[in-house]
């Protein structure tokens, strides 16, 4: 007599088999080409909206999956910072930045940082390629720098108020501004490998705050814009 049960146990492996090649196969394919190994490093990210982490998303997103959050109730601290190679802060288009203290950050970032209107979590959300090319750039620059680093991603409502006033550079709202120009330091840090430096406004609504450096300033230009205003600057 045929035996079901072993044919049953059969075909239940195989077709567990197959699921199995399917899935390892389609994950190797779908998975992120990153720059560096992301569990080489530990990583805080701060989302400026709680139950709405658009930077969250883009971690996982990029195959980044050792991550620390915090948020305005689960504050950033000085152990925080000592204890992580980077920050990033998330696209806060009038989220809530309580969780940064300047002091702290002064104290603490002591590695490469960006400071860009690009809010490209939230694009990476959306599936823009563009976007997810730049923060993969901009996490291997900061990364390849000594000391604990920070990239905070804005947007055209966002003011940075967290930023500390001695790194000599403020920020004011602007209805976005298109980039004229990737200076030579911008070139040369890669941040813009394989993107096309005369679309890099033409996100789906990125903007670029406009940047004030103060003389005695650390800060250099990474784009400038319509106005000779820096966009992007890196410490």
């Not at 689960?74 to 696209?91: C, F, R």
Request: hydrophobic share 40%; charged share 15%; glycine share 10%.
């Amino acid at each position: 007599m045929y035996n079901t049960n072993k044919s049953f146990s059969i075909m239940s492996l195989t077709i567990g088999f197959v699921v199995f090649v399917l899935t390892v196969f389609t994950s190797s394919v779908s998975a992120v080409d990153l720059p560096f190994d992301p569990t080489d490093y530990n990583f805080l990210i701060y989302s400026p909206y709680p139950g709405n982490d658009y930077i969250t998303d883009a971690m996982e997103h990029l195959g980044i999956h050792n991550y620390d959050v915090r948020n305005p109730t689960n504050p950033v601290t000085p152990t925080d910072i000592a204890s992580h190679d980077i920050l990033i802060v998330g696209w806060n288009a009038n989220g809530n930045t309580n969780g940064l203290i300047s002091k702290d950050l002064l104290a603490g970032i002591t590695g490469r940082i960006i400071l860009t209107g690009h809010d490209v979590d939230f694009h990476i959300v959306l599936d823009v390629e563009d976007a997810q090319t730049f923060l993969i750039n901009a996490i291997n620059y900061v990364l390849t720098g000594s000391g604990t680093g920070l990239i905070t991603l804005g947007d055209y409502l966002n003011t940075f108020p967290y930023l500390p006033r001695e790194w000599g550079v403020s920020a004011q709202i602007s209805d976005g501004e298109d980039i004229d120009e990737i200076t030579a330091e911008g070139l040369a840090s890669g941040v813009y490998d394989g993107l096309d430096h005369n679309d890099m406004s033409d996100w789906s609504g990125t903007y670029h705050n406009k940047f004030t450096i103060n003389s005695g300033s650390l800060f250099v230009p990474f784009e400038l814009g319509g106005t000779n205003i820096a966009n992007c600057h890196y410490l």
